[in-house]
């Protein structure tokens, strides 16, 4: 199961890609944390499996943080450049599935970090804020814990 790249906390992988529903809250959220997180030269990149809508409250809790999307726009599996990736992060089961599809014959890592989906909170503005805060908060500590290696 092991690929090039280590996922135990050991070395960061060279190239990772993180795949949710639509690529517009959980996956864009994870490439921008582990854009900072990373080392250099790590080739970071997301998609989704179906066409999104940018959301405008993973803006607002990203720079909270001190980070941004830029102009980047929700992609789908299929727009993807024919990059290699030694780690397949994906974040909700529909993604799991389509990413252990397309990687069936390839020796890829395919990792399945089960993340709410944040649009489900109701109430106020900042009750929202809070889910998507909690998703946020989430993806960094993964991300430091099994991707980011020692330091």
Excluded at 12 to 26: D, K, S
Excluded at 47 to 55: K, L, N, S
Excluded at 67 to 93: C, H, K, M, W
Aim: hydrophobic share 40%; aromatic share 6%.
């Amino acid at each position: 199961m092991a690929g090039p790249a280590s996922v135990s906390g050991n070395s960061a992988p060279g190239a990772v890609l993180f795949v949710c529903g639509m690529n517009a809250i959980r996956s864009p959220m994870a490439e921008a944390i582990a854009r900072s997180l990373l080392p250099p030269g790590t080739y970071v990149a997301s998609a989704g499996v179906r066409p999104g809508e940018r959301d405008p409250f993973v803006d607002t809790v990203l720079d909270e943080i001190g980070l941004s999307l830029g102009n980047r726009q929700p992609q789908t599996l299929d727009e993807l450049e024919d990059d290699y990736f030694d780690l397949i992060v994906t974040l909700a089961p529909e993604a799991h599935h389509q990413a252990l599809e397309l990687t069936r014959s390839n020796a890829v890592d395919v990792v399945y970090w089960p993340t709410p989906d944040p649009t489900v909170a109701t109430g106020t503005r900042e009750r929202i804020l809070d889910a998507y805060r909690e998703v946020r908060d989430m993806l960094m500590n993964k991300i430091r814990q099994r991707l980011a290696g020692p330091g």
